[in-house]
């Protein structure tokens, strides 16, 4: 799987002189980064690609307004259970949600896996996180997320694998799930696993040929259990500048809030934007602040649509993006300037990011981003839950 | 020995972003790719960097995206090699396949200032002050990354592989996306 860094890898691949990939359907590519484009370069860029996917006769592409790569590949069911899912994006952890072995590569090594079908890995030691419990209201995956990896730190888990267990998962969706195994990247993180269970089997319905479930050994050898309870967890809010700078809401409200982004790989699905909306019914987002949205992908936003959750973002006044990575990486639809504060629903707050190497990210959760949007400054989410 | 190169000194956890933003990404030129390496973290840096100068840093370099220009723009501006205590994986990865020499040192970080001139001694695993009177030590490159290092990079490294037919490809499959998309270009050499 790939996006716009396609581009990198057909110009490697084209120096094998090839005249096609190794398996051409096995190749995902979606155009997610920076699109529409954002400048004539990315355009020309996009148009390279487009030309590359007919050439190579690749099946499964997504033009510019499909979604986030790692949206689309789990809800097009392109991604199954026990597979080896290679993507050019450091959070292609994200499949292991449904229980593949999910990890970001480079461009040119993907040159190669086209070139070869092969590619070296070294079998990563594992760090079981056992979550207990059941969250509260106003808490949600993405507040386990963060703070796992104030936990963790950035390199907590470097070369580890993150199998994601305990009493707690059953009770998550594919979505919140997809949170967890994203966010793992965050500590250094070469895959995060949830183990497939009956919510993985329900995702999977009508989609069951070849379902091959693989769990983990009753005998597995880890290198570390780490284990959270998640009852009472408050609200969290990470930043700026280290997404493991994280602390409870209440240690960081009425800091001052010029942009609410809510969207990205992270935490831009459907249940993300209902979150979103829960808060914002009935409300104004805060004359001061702007709030942002970018669905995850268009099916995210059609599900939006239905359940009346984009009407009432764009009501409270909130900007709907096309689907995709919107402002998460900064070339565009919502870069900061100098001296601004946007707190984000993303899953990286570094320097520079968004924008000026002056603004400050804050992350949290769609609820927290909301909340904030309408108070203008970071705000606890249950106060407009009650 | 390599010749004589400036020690550019760097914290813990470097990420892409202060390696290369993402705002630059959209163009792919390495000169361009170049001139904005390492703003986030040292905004002289691009116009100063000479090459053959080494950067040392910290614990988890490279941490974050898995953009190839973050080592893209290093390697073009003409660092020799990066220095740290220890990699994030897919920095570390990209830099083997790009070429660029990247090694695990527990104490160069501990040993070298920022302005040091140094030398690299790669077979002797260490890192020498030009006035000779401090080194620091290397850990030696895994075998099967030297493999591809001995080579230049991924790309020529595959490229023999496939010459010596050393990769199994499909013919089955290639014949199935020949009929289904036409015949490739008649420039374009046959798959083995």
């Known amino acids: ?386 | 020995m390599s010749g004589q190169g400036r020690v550019w000194k760097f914290g813990d956890d470097v990420n892409t972003d202060l390696i290369i933003s993402g705002k630059h990404l959209d163009n792919y030129d390495p000169a361009h790719l170049a001139s904005h390496a390492m703003e986030g973290a040292n905004k002289d840096f691009a116009s100063v960097v000479r090459q053959g100068d080494i950067i040392i840093a910290g614990a988890n370099f490279g941490c974050g995206s898995s953009r190839e220009q973050a080592v893209m723009a290093l390697k073009h501006c003409g660092i020799e090699a990066v220095i740290a205590r220890s990699f994030a994986r897919i920095f570390y990865r990209n830099a083997i396949n790009l070429g660029l020499t990247v090694v695990v040192s527990p104490n160069a970080a501990d040993v070298f200032q920022d302005g040091d001139s140094v030398a690299l001694d790669l077979p002797g695993h260490r890192l020498v002050s030009i006035t000779g009177n401090r080194s620091s030590d290397l850990e030696p490159v895994p075998a099967h990354v030297k493999l591809i290092l001995d080579e230049g990079g991924l790309v020529p490294f595959i490229k023999k592989r496939l010459k010596e037919n050393r990769f199994t490809v499909d013919m089955e499959l290639v014949t199935q996306a020949r009929r289904l998309h036409g015949s490739p270009s008649d420039n374009a050499p046959e798959p083995p």
């Open chain 1, 1 to 386: 799987m790939s996006h716009e860094n396609t581009f990198l890898i057909g110009k490697s691949f084209a120096s094998f002189a090839l005249a096609y990939p190794w398996d051409p359907s096995k190749i995902v590519i979606v155009l997610d980064h920076r699109t529409p484009a954002n400048t004539a370069t990315t355009a020309s860029v996009h148009a390279h690609i487009r030309a590359l996917v007919k050439e190579y006769g690749i099946e499964k592409f997504f033009d510019a307004g499909e979604g986030i790569c790692h949206q689309i590949i789990v809800e097009e069911r392109l991604v199954r259970p026990g597979q080896l899912v290679l993507g050019t994006d450091s959070h292609t952890t994200t499949a292991g949600a449904v229980g593949a072995f999910a990890t970001g590569i480079g461009a040119t090594e993907m040159a190669g896996v086209w070139a070869t079908g092969s590619l070296w890995l070294r079998v990563p030691r594992t760090i079981q996180i056992e979550l207990s419990g059941r969250l509260s209201t106003g808490s949600y995956a993405k507040d386990v997320a963060l703070d796992l990896t104030r936990r963790l730190g950035p390199s907590g888990a470097d070369y580890r694998c993150l199998e994601f267990a305990g009493d707690a998962i059953p009770s998550m969706t594919v979505s919140s799930r997809m949170v967890l195994t994203n966010m793992a990247m965050e500590a250094g993180a070469k895959a995060g696993m949830v183990e497939p269970d009956v919510v993985t089997t329900d995702w999977y319905k009508g989609h069951e040929a070849n379902l091959d479930v693989v769990l983990s050994d009753k005998d597995a050898n880890y290198e570390d259990r780490v284990k959270m309870d998640i009852s009472g967890l408050p609200p969290m809010v990470s930043g700026p500048h280290k997404v493991e700078h994280a602390k409870s809401v209440d240690k960081m409200e009425g800091i001052r809030v010029d942009q609410a982004f809510i969207g990205t790989c992270t935490n831009g699905r459907l249940e993300d934007l209902l979150a979103a909306a829960r808060v914002l019914k009935g409300r104004k987002v805060h004359p001061g602040c702007r709030l942002i949205v970018a669905p995850a992908s268009r099916k995210v936003l059609i599900e939006a649509i239905g359940k009346e959750a984009a009407q009432t973002i764009i009501a409270a006044g909130g900007t709907i993006l096309p689907p995709g990575c919107g402002p998460c990486l900064g070339s565009h639809e919502g870069v900061l300037g100098a001296g601004e504060v946007c707190i984000s629903s993303s899953n990286r707050n570094f320097r520079g990011r968004m924008g000026s190497d002056e603004a400050e990210i804050y992350l949290a959760s769609p609820a927290t981003v909301a909340a904030s949007a309408v108070e203008g400054k970071i705000t606890d989410p249950r106060r407009l839950l009650v």
